[in-house]
C-alpha cells in the first residue's frame, strides 16, 4: 500500500477532476485530508479502502427549481439545493443558505466541514446543508414568503424530524424558518417540530439558539487563552458581518468584559472608538433589516464607516470572522499578527484562507477553525430536537450552561487530540482528525453503505 500521504494526495487529485469547478469543496477537503496522514499512520484501520472516498462523496445531492412571483407579478426562477453528506451519526443537520453566491459547489463545502462540526459536539447529527441563489436582500416579506413556499414545497419530500433536519446560515434567520416551517406543516399536515431548527421560541424554538453561534465563538477563545494564561477580558475586539453570528458574538464579548470595535456588511466596515453600541446595531440589522453604513449615521462622532474596507486593518488582539468563507487572506493575517493579535476564532465557515491560517499558526496566535469554534449553533439545534422529542422547553439558563460545557469539551478534545498526535496548539489538526475518528468509527461499524 502507498504511504499514507501518498495515498491522500492521490485522494485529492481524484476528488478535484471528478468535481471541477468546485474551488471551496475542494479547499475544504484539502484542509482535511492535509491533516489525517497522522491518523493513518497510527491507525490503520483507517486506512482501509473506500473509507475516505465515501466519506468525501455526498450520500445524496438534490438540486430542484424554486420558481416564484414578486410583488408585480413577475416571475423568477432560482435554483434549490440540499446536499445530504453524512448520516453514520444521526439525522443530516446543517443550515439553508439563500445568496446569490450559492452553488453545489459551495453547498458541498459546507456540508463537508458540517460532518467534522456535528462530529465535535458529541451529539447524535450528522451532516448536511442546502440553499438557493435567491437573494433576500431588498425583498418585501411577501416575496421571502413566496419564496420560502416554493422552496418547501419541493424540500419538503427529502427531510424530516429522522432523516434531514435544516436551519438557518446566512440570509436564513427567524423570518425565513417560520415560513418554511409553515409551509413543511401545511403540506405534511403533521405537527413535527423537529424537521427544522432556529424556530421561535414560541412555537418550538430553543431559548438561546440565535446566540449560540457567535456566544459559542467567544468561549472557544477565552478557552484557547486560558490555555496560553490570558484572559478576553479587557481586549479589543475585531468582528466581521453584522448578521446573526456577528451581533451575539459582539453581545458576548461585551458581556465577558472585552472591547468590540467593528463590524461590517458587504458594502464596507464601521469602527467605533467607543466600543459597538450593541442596541443600535440590533435596531438597525434586526429591526429595520438595514445596512450598516446607517449605524456610523446614527452614533454619532466616535463611529466611521470605511465603504470598500475590510475589518482586519484596524488594530485588535482578538479577531471574530462572522461573516463569509475566504473574508480573511494572508495580507489580513500579516497586518493582524503586526498589530498584536492573540486570537482568532472562526464564527464563519471557512473565513481564514489556507495560507492564512499558516501565517497565524507560525506567528503562535491561537486559532480556532470554524468545525470547533462555530459549533455552538448547530449545538444548540441538537438541543432543539431534543427538547422538541420530549415535547418540552428549558429555561435559557440551563441551555446556555449546556452550551457552556459542549464548548469547553469541544476545546478540549480538538486541544488533547492535536496533542496526541503531536502538533500542540495546532486546533485544526486537532478538531480534524477528532471530528474523523467519530465519523470513521460509526461508518466502519455500519459496513461499506
Ligand atoms: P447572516 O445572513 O445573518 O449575516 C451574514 C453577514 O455576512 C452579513 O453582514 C453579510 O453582509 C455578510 N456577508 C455575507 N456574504 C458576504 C460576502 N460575500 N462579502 C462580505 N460580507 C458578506 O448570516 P450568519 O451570521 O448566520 O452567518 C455568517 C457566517 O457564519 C456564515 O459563514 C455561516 O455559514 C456561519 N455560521 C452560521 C451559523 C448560524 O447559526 N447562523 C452557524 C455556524 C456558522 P450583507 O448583508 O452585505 O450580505
Known amino acids: 500500500m502507498k504511504d499514507p500521504k501518498a495515498r491522500l494526495d492521490s485522494l485529492r487529485a481524484d476528488i478535484e477532476r471528478r468535481n471541477p469547478a468546485q474551488p471551496e469543496f475542494h479547499q475544504a477537503v484539502r484542509e482535511v485530508l492535509e491533516t489525517l496522514a497522522p491518523v493513518f499512520a497510527a491507525r490503520p484501520e483507517y486506512a482501509v479502502p473506500g473509507l475516505v472516498e465515501r466519506l468525501t462523496e455526498p450520500e445524496r445531492q438534490i438540486i430542484f427549481r424554486v420558481p416564484w412571483q414578486d410583488d408585480r407579478g413577475v416571475v423568477h426562477v ?165 448578521g446573526n453570528v456577528a451581533i451575539y458574538t459582539i453581545e458576548k464579548l461585551l458581556r465577558v468584559g472585552a472591547n468590540p470595535v467593528t463590524c461590517s456588511d458587504s458594502e464596507g466596515y464601521v469602527v467605533d472608538d467607543k466600543g459597538i453600541d450593541l442596541e443600535l446595531l440590533k435596531q438597525i440589522k434586526e429591526v429595520e433589516r438595514g445596512r450598516i453604513s446607517e449605524y456610523a449615521a446614527r452614533r454619532g462622532p466616535s463611529a466611521r464607516f470605511v465603504r470598500g474596507g475590510r475589518v482586519w486593518e484596524v488594530a485588535a488582539e482578538a479577531a471574530f470572522p462572522s461573516a463569509t468563507q475566504n473574508e480573511l487572506d494572508a495580507d489580513d493575517a500579516r497586518t493582524l499578527i503586526r498589530n498584536g493579535v492573540k486570537t482568532v476564532s472562526e464564527g464563519a465557515n471557512m473565513p481564514t484562507t489556507p495560507e492564512a491560517v499558516r501565517l497565524f499558526q507560525e506567528a503562535g496566535v491561537a486559532f480556532g477553525p470554524g468545525k470547533a469554534a462555530n459549533a455552538g449553533g448547530v449545538a444548540v439545534s441538537a438541543l432543539e430536537m431534543s427538547q422538541n422529542a420530549a415535547r418540552t422547553a428549558w429555561s435559557a439558563d440551563r441551555v446556555e450552561e449546556e452550551l457552556a460545557g459542549i464548548m469547553r469539551d469541544i476545546h478540549a478534545t480538538c486541544h488533547d487530540t492535536a496533542e496526541r498526535y503531536g502538533a500542540p496548539g495546532d486546533y485544526v489538526t486537532g478538531a480534524n482528525i477528532a471530528g474523523f475518528e467519530r465519523v470513521a468509527d460509526a461508518m466502519l461499524a455500519q459496513g461499506v453503505i
Not at 177 to 198: D, K, M, P
Request: proline content about 3%; glycine content about 20%.
Open 78 to 242: 432560482n435554483r434549490g439545493y440540499r446536499v445530504e453528506f453524512n448520516s453514520a451519526l444521526g439525522p443530516y443537520k446543517g443550515g439553508l443558505r439563500f445568496h446569490p453566491a450559492v452553488d453545489i459547489g459551495v453547498v458541498k463545502f459546507l456540508g463537508f466541514e458540517q460532518i467534522f462540526k456535528n462530529a465535535l459536539t458529541g451529539l447524535g447529527i450528522g451532516g448536511g446543508k442546502g440553499g438557493s441563489d435567491f437573494d433576500p436582500r431588498g425583498r418585501s416579506d411577501a416575496e421571502v414568503m413566496r419564496f420560502c413556499q416554493s422552496f418547501m414545497t419541493e424540500l419538503h419530500r427529502h427531510i424530516g424530524e429522522h432523516t434531514d433536519v435544516p436551519a438557518g446560515d446566512i440570509g436564513v434567520g427567524g423570518r425565513e424558518i417560520g415560513y418554511l416551517f409553515g409551509q413543511y406543516r401545511r403540506i405534511t399536515n403533521r405537527w413535527e417540530a423537529g424537521v427544522l431548527t432556529g424556530k421561535g421560541t414560541g412555537w418550538g424554538g430553543s431559548a438561546i439558539r440565535p446566540q449560540a453561534t457567535g456566544y459559542g465563538s467567544v468561549l472557544f477563545a477565552a478557552e484557547m487563552l486560558e490555555r496560553k494564561g490570558a484572559k478576553l477580558e479587557g481586549r479589543s475586539a475585531v468582528v466581521s458581518g453584522s
